[in-house]
């Protein structure tokens, strides 16, 4: 417990210019039509629906508001079974986003290594579509690191610490940006 308390200190200390920068993407998104799309793999699947929701359903039962556009590229089994099939696994979240994304939205590409092949191929596609990249990552950022125009960047490899950060930076974005939409 120390380690992730230690963690998040530093987090709140250094981290709080990167959370603005995603959340200055994530308003501009919104406000132009746009939609943040998230993806995972594992746990961090389990984190890019769980921010999705709290973005198209609720996030704070005090703030009524709209729903806003949030899709997890997670949640279609079947469309991630033939993804991998047709395709191959590392396609499974490019394929769908070359479809549903379009300038101006946002990709959350969550991993805790930096290194998931098919998160790579996600934040790849969006560059190359126009779409902001955001990259929720652990250790030194991997690869993943160079294909992100906004990275929260968790200074651990150590899988569940990174995973509890992620979560943490995840709703002080979603947080910051529902008071900017609601209360602007």
Not at 138 to 164: I, M, N, Y
């Amino acid at each position: 417990m120390e380690e992730g308390a230690l963690l998040r200190r530093r987090l709140a200390a250094e981290a709080a210019d990167a959370v603005i920068g995603v959340v200055e993407a994530c308003e501009r998104a919104i406000r132009g039509g746009g939609r943040l799309f998230f993806c995972g793999n594992g746990g961090s699947a389990a984190d890019a629906q769980h921010l999705a929701t709290e973005l198209l359903i609720r996030l704070r039962s005090a703030v009524e508001r709209p729903s806003w556009p949030a899709i997890a590229l997670t949640l279609d089994p079947t469309a991630l079974t033939a993804g991998g099939n047709d395709y191959g696994f590392d396609e499974v979240f490019a394929r769908p986003l070359s479809g549903l994304g379009r300038a101006g939205d946002v990709l959350f590409g969550i991993t805790t290594s930096g290194r998931s092949p098919n998160v790579l191929r996600a934040l790849e596609t969006a560059r190359g579509m126009g779409i902001a990249t955001v990259g929720m990552l652990g250790g030194d950022g991997g690869p993943a690191l160079a294909l992100c125009d906004h990275a929260l960047l968790v200074p651990s490899r150590v899988t569940a610490r990174v995973q509890e950060m992620h979560i943490t930076l995840g709703h002080a974005v979603m947080e910051l940006l529902e008071d900017r939409l609601v209360r602007a």
